[in-house]
């Protein structure tokens, strides 16, 4: 299998070393690379398991293998900084299932950015597409709010669906348009190979149409846009107002939709309210059925912030004060996918930075300027909740009657916490928020944990954290 792998697909240069040796150099293009990057792949998933492999070495992206230097140049995912020290440690495994599937030795080599093309002509692969190798439909979280966009946008990248022509996705900023745009693109690419498709911003459809005025060679600019399969067009709404664009635009939609093409739109609004574009044009972007984007709920939030840790690799140290630090920046970025991922990206370099461990008061610290300050007066019905979760109980834990450690321990912590911070609250009203228990045991709860917080450390980080997740 493997001799008819390599025969297939790599280009074989002989070159005649000296009068008693030869040797045999492979030129692989970027593509080929790719492929056999993919068996490489298949070799370290079968020897260090799915999950680091998924995490620390398949967002790297095969970019180069140098026969004359004998390097295998990987790229670091854009932004993907912190998955250096990660992926680094692996770079012997590369190595060896590398020699395992090409029987030569290379090193592989880790960097952030392009090196520059000294071989290779540029060529059209998929990576010179503009499409954020991280923008696929694997990492995106599937949640109530995006479900349509994501059904929909899987429905043209598979090609059964003839309901959206074009596909028009509508959002505001940072909740996942272009992901899903990316998405669409790569998965056409991997399993639609023939289909021809192009990725474009409104800015650089702008753009390269005022080149091709100036430069007079707008039959190429129109033959480059009309003879492909999927034309992915993001943030339309930039072109409103663009007379040339807008005319241009018109132009390719006719004659792609005329051939049964795809056309997939994204914009910050729907068609009806993009009012400085031609009549015509917001008619034709309604053809289809426009799909919209919400601001995802809660669980969805935490989904992604969770899904981002494994994609960057995010060494979590402490589980318990990871999770109440996510919940912290879920709790608080509400609308904007972009910040609530960029806000997990601060709070993580920032202690990979100065040693510092990732807790709810790292957090804070980090992210006072983006959470400005509290909005809601604290109620024990709140400080009872976020109590049971940090603990991984429910409240109803709190409630009850239970008495063993576990629960009895946090539950009087709870109390110590209202105590604390609602002084509007008399003794027996604690009592009734949990299953009405008198005054004296609430007392003696806010008492005793008072006076294990002089001696205990462990206990006082933890009213610490609390008070960081309840924002005080
Ligand atoms: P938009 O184009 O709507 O402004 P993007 O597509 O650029 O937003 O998304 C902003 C960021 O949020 C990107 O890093 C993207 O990967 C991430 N993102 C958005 N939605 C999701 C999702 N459902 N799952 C995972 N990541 C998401
Ligand atoms: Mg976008």
């Known amino acids: 299998m493997q001799v008819i792998f390599l025969w297939k697909t790599f280009f074989v240069i002989i070159i005649f070393h000296n009068v008693n040796r030869s040797i045999f ?11 056999c990057w993919e068996t490489v792949l298949a070799e370290l998933t079968d020897k260090l398991g799915p999950l680091k492999v998924n995490t620390y070495i398949r967002p790297l992206i095969p970019y180069k293998l140098s026969d004359k230097e004998d390097k295998a140049i990987l790229l670091l995912p854009k932004g993907g900084t912190m998955l250096l020290s990660m992926s680094k440690k692996y770079t012997a495994d590369m190595e060896e299932a590398l020699f395992k599937v090409l029987e030569k030795r290379y090193s ?14 540029a060529s059209p692969y998929t990576d010179d597409l503009n499409l954020d190798p991280r923008y696929t439909f694997e990492n995106f979280v599937a949640g109530a709010n995006n479900r349509l966009a994501l059904a929909a946008s899987l429905a043209v990248a598979d090609g059964y669906s003839k309901h959206y022509n074009p596909l028009f996705i509508y959002a505001g900023s940072g909740l996942g348009k272009t992901h899903l745009m990316h998405a669409i693109g790569h998965y056409v690419i991997q399993n639609r190979p023939k289909k021809k498709v192009l990725y474009v911003s409104a800015e650089t459809f702008i753009n390269e149409l005022i080149l091709s005025i100036q430069s007079k060679s707008q039959q190429q600019f129109r033959n480059k846009y009309r003879k492909v ?18 005319e241009e635009l018109f132009n390719t939609f006719e004659a792609l939709h005329g051939a049964n093409k795809q056309l997939v739109f994204t914009s910050d609004r729907p068609p009806k309210e993009l009012g400085d574009f031609p009549e015509r044009l917001i008619s034709r972007f309604a053809w289809g059925i426009p799909v919209d984007i919400q601001t995802p709920d809660y669980e969805t939030r935490m989904a992604i912030l969770k899904n981002k840790t494994e994609l960057e690799g995010y060494k979590v140290e402490n589980h318990d004060n990871y999770v109440a630090v996510l919940d912290i920046i879920a709790q608080n970025i509400q609308s904007n996918i972009r910040e609530l991922e960029s806000a997990l990206t601060r709070i993580v370099g920032q202690s990979s930075l100065t040693g510092e461990p990732i807790t709810p008061a ?46 009895a321990y946090p539950r009087q912590i709870a109390i110590y916490l209202i105590r604390e911070l609602c002084p509007n ?3 027996p009203k604690i009592g009734t928020f949990f299953g009405g228990r008198d005054h ?11 006076s294990d917080l002089k001696e205990n450390e462990d206990l006082k980080n933890q009213i610490d954290n609390l008070k960081a997740i309840l924002d005080v």
């Open 25 to 35: 150099l492979f030129k692989m293009t970027k593509s080929e690379f790719k492929d």
């Open 108 to 121: 592989v080599e880790l960097t952030e950015n392009t090196p520059r093309e000294t071989e290779e002509p």
């Open 229 to 246: 399969d999927y034309l992915l067009f993001d943030d339309v709404q930039f072109i409103a107002g663009k007379k040339a664009a807008e």
């Open 362 to 407: 790292l957090a804070r610290k980090v992210l006072t300027d983006v959470f400005g300050t509290r909005k809601n007066e604290l109620t024990p019905a709140f400080i009872k909740k976020k109590v049971a979760s940090y603990y991984g109980l429910k409240t109803s834990d709190l409630e009850s009657s239970k008495r063993s450690r576990n629960i």
């Open 425 to 427: 609250y008399s003794l």
């Open 440 to 450: 004296t045991t609430v007392l003696h709860s806010y008492e005793k944990i008072k």
